[in-house]
Nanobody
Framework: QVQLVESGGGLVQPGGSLRLSCAASGAIFGINAMGWYRQAPGKERELVATIPSGGTTRYADSVKGRFTISRDNAKNTVYLQMNSLKPEDTAVYYC?????????WGQGTQVTVSS
């Protein structure tokens, strides 16, 4: 089994910053990629950013230049630094780990951007 534990969500004012973390444990051999998705009310889940093992990071156009994804392989942890947050960034953010082409998901953490 794979366990993903997320942290770092919360309420922030527009223009503020948050940092999300996701620690993976369990049967995590052969990780292909780690990343973040989000789902706003009434919308489909969408990719925010992904960082493949040995590959190039990829971002949604809506977050380029504001969000940065990073990964600590020694800790099996992926981070999402979110700056210049906007109300439209409000969503539940889900950690994703792809292992041998199978997707595993965290429980989700709420990010609310509001004044």
């Amino acid at each position: 089994q794979v366990q993903l534990v997320e942290s770092g969500g919360g309420l922030v004012q527009p223009g503020g910053s948050l940092r999300l973390s996701c620690a993976a444990s369990g049967a995590i051999f052969g990780i292909n990629a780690m990343g973040w998705y989000r789902q706003a009310p009434g919308k489909e889940r969408e990719l925010v950013a992904t960082i493949p093992s040995g590959g190039t990071t990829r971002y949604a156009d809506s977050v380029k230049g504001r969000f940065t994804i990073s990964r600590d392989n020694a800790k099996n942890t992926v981070y999402l630094q979110m700056n210049s947050l906007k109300p439209e960034d409000t969503a539940v953010y889900y950690c994703n780990v792809r292992i041998l082409l199978r997707d595993f998901w965290g429980q989700g953490t709420q990010v609310t951007v509001s004044s």
